[in-house]
């Protein structure tokens, strides 16, 4: 027989004379990714398989009801871990449902300083939501502010301090 390529490793491989047709090595992790492609594919085409393993999960859960409870008070450290996870998706949600909604505020008419920290910031347009951290400094009014001077406007000789 000749020797063919895997589809998912690309490493060249003997079929096997009882499998002709058999397009995958021998590896295991190649042989689980063609179990779940095979398993994602029955569950998309087939609706009685779909079936079989919505039932087969819950009678399961049925059997094992108290399965994730135990699974919690044995494990705290994971329950934490999915806890502060489970926090970070609540608070993206809440972030993006700002984002899309646009009457709640003019983001420019705030008197504070945002500062973008991250990654590709500068490609960002105004009042873009970022997958950065966003630090933001509350200015305080009092304080006068001073315009910084344009590239014409250079001070010659003396040069005054602003108070900060």
């Known amino acids: 027989?000749?020797?063919?390529?895997?589809?998912?490793?690309?490493?060249?491989?003997?079929?096997s004379k009882f499998r002709p047709g058999q397009v995958v090595c021998s590896d295991?992790?190649?042989?689980?990714?063609?179990?779940?492609?095979?398993?994602?594919r029955r569950l998309a085409a087939d609706a009685e398989y779909r079936q079989g393993?919505?039932?087969?999960?819950?009678?399961?859960?049925a059997r094992?009801?108290?399965?994730?409870?135990?699974r919690r008070q044995d494990h705290p450290e994971v329950a934490?871990?999915?806890?502060?996870?489970?926090?970070?998706?609540d608070q993206?949600?809440?972030?993006l449902r700002l984002a899309n909604n646009n009457l709640v505020l003019d983001l420019k008419s705030i008197p504070a300083e945002v500062w973008l920290v991250g990654?590709?910031?500068?490609?960002?347009?105004?009042?873009t939501l970022a997958p950065a951290q966003l630090i933001v400094w509350q200015g305080s009014l009092d304080r006068p502010r001073f315009p910084t001077p344009s590239c014409q406007q250079q001070p010659s000789g003396d040069v005054t301090q602003f108070p900060p």
């Open 119 to 127: 990654a590709g910031v500068e490609d960002l347009a105004n009042n």
């Open 28 to 40: 295991p992790s190649c042989q689980r990714r063609r179990r779940g492609d095979d398993h994602r």
């Open 64 to 70: 094992h009801h108290d399965y994730w409870k135990r």
């Open 53 to 61: 393993c919505r039932d087969s999960s819950r009678k399961w859960r």
């Open 1 to 15: 027989m000749e020797e063919r390529l895997c589809r998912y490793c690309q490493r060249a491989f003997q079929p």
């Open 92 to 95: 993206r949600q809440r972030l």
């Open 80 to 89: 934490e871990h999915n806890r502060q996870r489970q926090h970070l998706r």
